[in-house]
């Protein structure tokens, strides 16, 4: 499974958070048909851009619970004050990337950012 997390400031366009998307997979040689779902913060239910990026690539956007976020704050690779403040997570991306993508799950590398947009992906081997 293949997951792409996305953190945003409220607000945000598609076209950012495809920027971020497409910068990440670009990162580490992937394209958008290889990516499972996108995920995010429960946070950002009301954000219609994600709602718009998830239709526009048909994918599920999966809004993490709390208990599998919080699961992540030892395995986050980024850290940023100004994400801890707002959102109790040092990379709302990373967090939300290995959250739903599931306990065994890794980042193939830190988040991306681009603009108001951020991107991390997480990969997990599927489950027999």
Do not use: F, N
């Not at 958070?17 to 009301?46: E, F, M, N, Y």
């Not at 991306?112 to 599927?126: M, V």
């Amino acid at each position: 499974m293949m997951v792409a997390g996305i953190g945003c400031r409220k607000g945000v366009s598609s076209a950012e958070i495809l920027a971020a998307l497409d910068a990440a997979l670009s990162a580490h040689g992937l394209a958008r048909t290889q990516i499972d779902a996108l995920a995010s913060l429960p946070q950002k239910r009301g954000e219609p851009a994600l709602a718009d990026v998830a239709s526009l690539l048909q994918r599920p956007l999966i809004l993490a619970d709390e208990t599998a976020l919080e699961a992540t704050k030892k395995t986050i690779l980024t850290r940023s004050k100004a994400s801890l403040a707002a959102t109790g997570h040092g990379s709302v991306a990373e967090a939300a990337a290995l959250a739903v993508a599931g306990p065994a799950a890794r980042l193939l590398g830190p988040r991306i950012a681009a603009g108001p947009a951020t991107c991390a992906i997480a990969y997990a081997e599927a489950q027999p």
